[in-house]
């Protein structure tokens, strides 16, 4: 574009404060808003992402089925978690769950927890942070470790850390002093807490395991002994997707009953689960920025009409139709230009709001969906434009002023 070009667009918009204004702040806030939904989306990914990999990529999860018939004769021995460490070659911790009421004396209302009795190599196997106390250790007894979620509940806006907390299950009361406290993975659902990223799971029970428990010392002495299932780490650098197969067909006809799948799988799963939402949800800035193109493709072709004797002018004085047609899309570009620099610090304004009141994980904004906000804004601003200034250049001049006289 040259320099001539450019200073007449830079010309007519200075002229035209009005029409200027109305174009720049409808492009800047469909921009503002495109952005702002790209980089919550992108931020849920995110987020999702670094959430999931805490609960172990190399782990393998065997558990039974979730009917009552599975979990009340269940197939799962604890002679089994010897073949599965063989098979492996890594680490395994058998559980035995039971659901349960627990209160503590700081507590209004009881919490609906599972209680996980299981072995000391269960906080070694589940990589999660460790944010009070400790993992309980090999012959303690009488003792418990929370989720993040439970000491909330039990604990309101104190450490849970030593506290006692009591527990009926079975109908049967029981006493636990707490040692540590499990961070939640889900960062994500520190602001909403019915949203449960995790629905991708296997099954309802093994998410309330995982993130609603309190982990107690369980009593493994009998091969014969019933479990409900076993988590088993495979070593550093092994593919835990081939040693769930295996584990699978060792399992037999006992598969049937119980499920064995690898966290790493999983994740992928999830990933890949909200890959799928965030295409979908795409729309919406798609459907803004559509919006935004009507209405300035009708401003832009009432304002070039009302530009015919203008034209017609400097096509009398030599201007052709390129300079012409070049004249009015440089200034919707540049008008697209300085929009699209514009919505990026309401962009950044929004994000920092949303994130501050409404949701618990950072907005990402990624180079690549700034430069298609910035791009689609541009496009957006030419498109609109160039159909009213190829007919407008096309236009005969002489006829233009003798009606316009």
């Known amino acids: 574009m040259s320099h001539a070009v450019m200073s007449f ?6 002229r035209r404060p009005l029409q200027t204004a109305l174009v720049f702040f409808a492009l800047s806030v469909a921009l503002a808003a495109t952005m702002t939904i790209m980089a919550v989306l992108s931020g849920i990914r995110e987020q999702m992402r670094r959430d999931l990999e805490q609960v172990g990529t190399d782990v393998i999860n065997v558990h039974v089925s979730p009917s009552l018939r599975e979990v009340m004769a269940s197939p799962l021995r604890f002679s089994d978690c010897d073949w599965m460490r063989e098979l492996t070659g890594g680490r395994v911790a058998p559980f035995f769950a ?14 609906q927890v ?3 009795a299981t072995t000391e190599d269960w906080g070694r196997i589940v990589p999660l942070e460790i944010i009070e106390g400790r993992f309980f250790d090999a012959g303690e007894r009488g003792v418990g470790v929370l989720d993040e979620w439970v000491a909330k509940k039990l604990f309101p806006g104190t450490p849970a850390l030593g506290g006692i907390v009591r527990v009926r299950r079975f109908g049967l009361p029981e006493t636990i002093r707490v040692v540590g406290v499990m961070k939640d993975p889900f960062e994500i659902r520190k602001k909403f807490d019915e949203l449960d990223v995790t629905g991708a799971a296997r099954s309802r029970i093994l998410r309330m395991m995982e993130f609603k428990s309190i982990y107690v010392p369980g009593s493994f002495t009998r091969p014969d002994q019933v479990i409900h299932g076993a988590v088993v780490q495979v070593p550093a650098g092994r593919d835990p997707v081939v040693f769930a ?13 119980v499920w064995v799948w690898a966290r790493k799988k999983w994740i992928g799963d999830v990933l890949q689960a909200a890959d799928l939402s965030t295409l979908i949800a795409n729309v919406v800035w798609v459907v803004v920025l559509v919006v935004t193109g009507v209405m300035i493709a009708t401003v832009s072709l009432v304002a070039i009409r009302e530009r015919y004797r203008e034209i017609a002018i400097r096509r009398v004085e030599g201007a052709r139709r390129p300079q012409i047609i070049g004249q ?37 904004f990624l180079a690549g969906d700034l430069l298609l906000s910035l791009g689609l804004g541009i496009a957006l601003g030419g498109l609109a434009t160039l159909l009213p200034a190829l007919r407008a250049a096309s236009l005969d001049p002489v006829r233009v002023l003798r009606e316009a006289a």
């Open 245 to 257: 197969e295996r584990i699978r067909a060792r399992m037999g006809e006992r598969a049937r009953s």
């Open 98 to 111: 039971t659901m349960g009421v627990a209160r503590s004396a700081g507590s209004a209302d009881p919490a």
């Open 114 to 116: 599972l209680l996980l």
């Open 328 to 364: 009015l899309l440089g200034e919707n570009l540049l008008l697209s230009a300085a929009a699209g620099a514009a919505a990026l610090g309401l962009a950044r304004g929004a994000a920092w709001l949303l994130q501050a009141r409404y949701i618990s994980w950072p907005p990402a």
């Open 9 to 14: 667009a830079v010309r007519g918009l200075v």
